[in-house]
């Protein structure tokens, strides 16, 4: 069965430095997805990204954040100037229609630890 | 008051109960209603949607919705150790954003 892939698994870096989290989506999908889940807390929207461009993104989704698909395959979160506060699990997810939510695959995540 | 409650649990029950989770929500224009599983340190996967009001049944699974209260449930037949993990309920408006609006889960325990 097709799986979105994420890439690392954990990451750990110091308050203030920049990350990159990577996924590779499903090979036929058009519509891709950041979002993150704070420790006990509900899962909460960053983005959605179609044909090579932002379609949507939370107030949570501010400068801070940016999102990329640099090759065919792959697509990236960057995280500039990290804060405590980004501690969480970050999920890549992806499908291959505006389905809302019910035709999202997820990826396992991105446990980002800041210290 | 948030969009959508649901209780963190945990709930433990005994293999073979049926389990009843559920969700209330506040924004009348939710229509399309969802049920994710998901593990320890892996993503949710979808479960079960359904749309509107009414009952959908999956197997052991049934979603149901009660739009005229903003209740939505999840039973699960025959409760297996296997099915111990946190449930998320998730909705949206039918026009708009298509993004869902997902609750904090609740956390499930089936001990054999």
């Known amino acids: 069965e097709p799986e979105v892939t994420q890439t690392p698994s954990h990451q750990v870096t110091q308050m203030g430095q920049e990350v990159i989290l990577r996924c590779v989506p499903i090979?036929?999908?058009?519509?891709f997805y950041w979002y993150r889940q704070i420790l006990g807390q509900k899962v909460e929207f960053l983005v959605s990204f179609y044909n090579n461009e932002i379609s949507e993104k939370s107030e949570i989704f501010d400068d801070q954040f940016s999102v990329e698909r640099p090759d065919g395959s792959n697509f990236t979160l960057k995280i500039r100037s990290t804060k405590l506060e980004d501690s969480a699990m970050y999920f890549c997810a992806s499908s291959d229609s505006r389905t809302g939510g019910y035709g999202y695959t997820f990826g396992s995540g991105t446990r980002l630890t800041v210290v | 008051q948030k969009e959508v409650e649901q209780d963190p649990g945990p709930l433990s029950v005994p293999e073979g109960a049926i389990v009843s989770l559920n969700c209330t929500y506040s924004?009348?224009?939710?229509?399309?209603f969802m049920w994710y599983r998901q593990y320890s340190r892996k993503g949710p996967e979808l479960l079960m949607y359904?749309?509107?009001?009414g009952n959908k049944e999956d197997g052991r699974f049934t979603a149901q919705v009660d739009k005229s209260s903003k209740y939505i449930s999840l039973f699960i037949r025959d409760s297996q150790p296997s099915d111990s993990a946190t449930y998320l309920c998730?909705?949206?408006?039918?026009?708009?954003?298509?993004?869902?609006?997902f609750g904090r889960g609740t956390s499930l325990i089936v001990h054999p």
């Open positions: 998730a909705m949206r408006e039918s026009g708009g954003s298509y993004i869902p609006t």
């Open positions: 924004n009348s224009a939710f229509q399309y």
């Open positions: 359904t749309y509107s009001s």
């Open positions: 090979s036929n999908h058009l519509y």
